[in-house]
């Protein structure tokens, strides 16, 4: 239950003010149909954590104990560094594939603009550390869903009303407390 719940918080915060939140904003200003939209989000979503949460569990299971702690220790330190960089979206992001319906258009953007960003890695990290790929996957899937289904939903409104920049700092926080605890001794 801790990976699940953590994973869904971590993503949640990190994800506000995220080049993939600040899609979900342009894909529903674009097209004004929030259901694919959102249906889009969730497969993307959950296409792309399931490799991250794959590729952290197979981490897991060929590098030694020692390795992986300080891997993770220091990852889960540069996430929370990371975290407190604004992101931006650049042009490439919003491109979609001209012909493709709302739904594809959004599921290809997003998975794209989700590759390597920062809620990725930290899906791998996430499923490596709490050796839970399932509920790492559930979590972080999750997490994405709370931060960018009301982002298509009331839009501009939301972005304008939500602290991004405290977000981010408390995000910060958990990401580094995750990297001391990976860091900490370890339990004999």
């Known amino acids: 239950m801790d990976a699940f719940l953590i994973s869904t918080g971590l993503v949640a915060l990190a994800e506000i003010g995220d080049k993939t939140q600040l899609l979900a904003f342009v894909l529903a200003a674009r097209f004004k149909r929030p259901?694919?939209?959102?249906?889009?989000?969730?497969?993307?979503t959950l296409v792309n954590h399931a490799m991250a949460a794959s590729l952290g569990a197979w981490l897991m299971s060929v590098v030694g104990p020692d390795i992986l702690r300080w891997a993770l220790g220091v990852s889960f330190i540069a996430m929370a560094l990371w975290t407190l960089v604004p992101d931006k979206l650049d042009e490439n992001d919003t491109k979609l594939v001209s012909g493709a319906g709302v739904f594809m258009a959004t599921t290809l953007a997003f998975f794209a603009a989700e590759m390597g960003d920062?809620?990725?890695?930290?899906?791998?990290?996430?499923?490596a550390r709490y050796h839970a790929m399932l509920s790492v996957l559930a979590g972080t899937t999750l997490g994405m869903m709370i931060a960018n289904v009301p982002a298509?939903?009331?839009?501009?409104?939301?972005?304008q009303r939500l602290p991004v920049r405290w977000m981010h700092r408390i995000a910060a926080l958990a990401f580094a407390a995750l990297g001391v605890a990976a860091l900490g001794p370890v339990n004999a």
């Open 152 to 159: 298509v939903l009331v839009g501009g409104r939301l972005a």
């Open 118 to 127: 920062k809620t990725q890695i930290a899906t791998v990290a996430l499923a």
């Open 35 to 44: 259901v694919p939209i959102v249906a889009g989000i969730f497969v993307a």
